[in-house]
């Protein structure tokens, strides 16, 4: 068995996620190298939510008997808990919505209704990068055609990392919003948040921070962060699907106006007019996603109780591993870093001239679950001549003997197509 420094205790991790223990064609075991989709959800949160269900179910803010506070508790009682996990200023500075592409809505529709100085118009220019999830390009286009406002962007090198060399040409004195991906969900590329954040604020523009793939591998702390907005989602970091998180703030909650409006979010409400709630129920309309907050909390005391330091740690030295094993298969091209150093644990490649989506069917037959496609990440696979990638992609409890196992695999691929 390779043994590398700095791994948890995978053997014991493992024992915590039932579905790691899966049998599947012809008595392969599963082997889940998915987890820049979604990650795997532990013992520790399904038995919580199990029990929330169970002995605790009700609607929250609005009810005075037992089961309405007790639902109420845990779920505010998360939200400290994930305000405590990013080193939150304050726990109103924490929105729960349903995923990170509605916490990215929500800033783009916000500042597209709101006044001076924060309103995003044809006189104004909005910056993303080529390397952005869908879910941080669509919402800015989207503005862009309904405001007139300019849409730019940061271009890649050939090595994978943003071209920064325009950076005072691309963010200027037009620039209102900064918008980018802390770690690129396809290549892994982890970007140099403190060159752009620095000249956003030179030129006074907010920076919002899509940190879906940072949040569940490595420690996220807002405040040294220095952006204005940070979005992440939960079923990415051992929680459930349906729950993500829009950090923004205190005084910009307080001065943008709401995206949705119903229930809760309200202070008062005649026909003529409302007003609303302070932030955070001021962008919480209607029943919330109670027990996906209840179960984000969980998943946050798990993480927790490990050490993000300590899964980060782990992770870079599978990572590390996999990118020199990969490396060793003939004809397979990693698309992004090819070196473990200022990447996360998302590997992409292709194989020859096998189509991944081939290439991900065969793995699967031996059992291995990868991500195969342009992974919402179109742009990237436009911008290196490709017409998609596999992706492997690493969590806490990924070993390296399944790193051997993705790299037999392929050379069974190879194999398979001549």
């Not at 790691?20 to 820049?36: E, I, M, Q, S, T």
Request: net charge negative; aromatic share 6%; with cysteine.
């Amino acid at each position: 068995m390779t043994q590398l420094p700095g791994l948890l205790d995978t053997e014991a991790i493992r024992k915590d996620f039932p579905i790691l223990d899966r049998v599947l064609h012809d008595g392969k075991k599963l082997v889940y190298l998915d987890n820049a989709a979604t990650s795997q959800t532990p013992r520790q949160v399904l038995d919580v939510l199990t029990e929330y269900y169970e002995q605790h179910n009700a609607n929250v803010h609005r009810g005075v008997h037992v089961l309405a506070e007790e639902a109420t508790a845990l779920y505010e009682g998360a939200r400290d808990k994930v305000a405590e996990f990013i080193n939150a200023p304050s726990r109103n500075e924490v929105i729960f919505t349903k995923n990170a592409s509605e916490s990215l809505n929500l800033v783009a529709n916000m500042l597209g209704w709101a006044d001076e100085p924060y309103r995003v118009d044809s006189d104004t220019e909005i910056v993303i990068t080529e390397m952005e999830h869908h879910s941080n390009i669509v919402p800015w286009q989207l503005l862009a055609q309904r405001t007139g406002a300019k849409l730019k962007w940061f271009g890649l090198t050939d090595d994978g990392r943003l071209d920064l060399s325009n950076i005072d040409e691309i963010i200027n004195e037009k620039t209102k919003i900064v918008s980018f991906t802390l770690v690129s969900n396809i290549m892994g590329t982890v970007n140099p948040v403190e060159a752009i954040v620095r000249r956003a604020q030179e030129v006074g523009a907010l920076v919002c921070i899509d940190a879906s793939q940072a949040a569940p591998h490595m420690p996220l702390d807002v405040q040294a962060l220095q952006a204005d907005f940070v979005a992440f989602t939960g079923h990415k970091m051992c929680g459930p699907t349906g729950i993500g998180v829009l950090w923004g703030r205190q005084e910009l909650l307080e001065d943008l106006p709401p995206f949705l409006g119903g229930g809760e979010m309200i202070e008062t409400v005649s026909m003529h007019s409302s007003t609303y709630a302070p932030a955070p129920h001021k962008f919480e309309a209607g029943t919330p996603p109670i027990s996906q907050a209840i179960g984000l909390g969980a998943a946050v005391d798990y993480l927790t109780s490990i050490g993000m330091d300590k899964i980060a740690q782990h992770e870079h030295a599978i990572t590390e591993y996999a990118v020199k094993r990969l490396q060793e298969v003939p004809d397979l091209r990693i698309i992004g870093p090819t070196t473990a150093e200022d990447r996360g644990a998302a590997i992409s490649f292709t194989l020859g001239d096998i189509h991944p989506h081939d290439v991900g069917q065969v793995l699967d037959e031996q059992g291995i679950a990868v991500r195969v496609g342009h992974h919402c990440a179109r742009p990237v696979c436009l911008r290196y001549g490709i017409p998609a990638t596999t992706r492997a992609s690493f969590y806490l409890y990924s070993t390296p003997a399944e790193v051997d196992a993705l790299v037999e695999g392929l050379e069974h691929v190879r194999n398979f197509f001549g």
